[in-house]
Nanobody, 119 residues
Framework: QVQLLESGGGLVQSGGSLRLSCAASGSIFSFSVTGWYRQAPGKQRELVAT???????DYADSVKGRFTISRDNAKNTVYLEMNSLKPEDTAVYFC?????????????WGQGTQVTVSS
């Protein structure tokens, strides 16, 4: 069973930076897509950023130019570098990883890490 463990969340002032990490218990090389979602209180879960096994990255419009996703296959870790943080970035951030096998996809989730941006 794959486990994803997020870290790096916390409280930061508006304009500040944080780096989230998502460490997988197994090789992330087997995952076709890894990424981050976030969920703010009273809101639906929102896709923030994704990165494919080939290195293609995609971002929500709300974070483009401020957030950078990356993955280190040697460390089985996915990162989310967050700069110029805004109060509206406050949410629980979840790491996820998806892989395909015999035509069936399986998605794994981390437990989430809280990011709070004060104004």
């Amino acid at each position: 069973q794959v486990q994803l463990l997020e870290s790096g969340g916390g409280l930061v002032q508006s304009g500040g930076s944080l780096r989230l990490s998502c460490a997988a218990s197994g090789s992330i090389f087997s995952f076709s897509v890894t990424g981050w979602y976030r969920q703010a209180p009273g809101k639906q879960r929102e896709l923030v950023a994704t990165i494919t096994s080939g290195g293609t990255m995609d971002y929500a419009d709300s974070v483009k130019g401020r957030f950078t996703i990356s993955r280190d296959n040697a460390k089985n870790t996915v990162y989310l570098e967050m700069n110029s943080l805004k109060p509206e970035d406050t949410a629980v951030y979840f790491c996820y990883a998806k892989r395909w096998s015999s035509g069936v996809s399986t998605t794994y989730w981390g437990q989430g890490t809280q990011v709070t941006v004060s104004s």
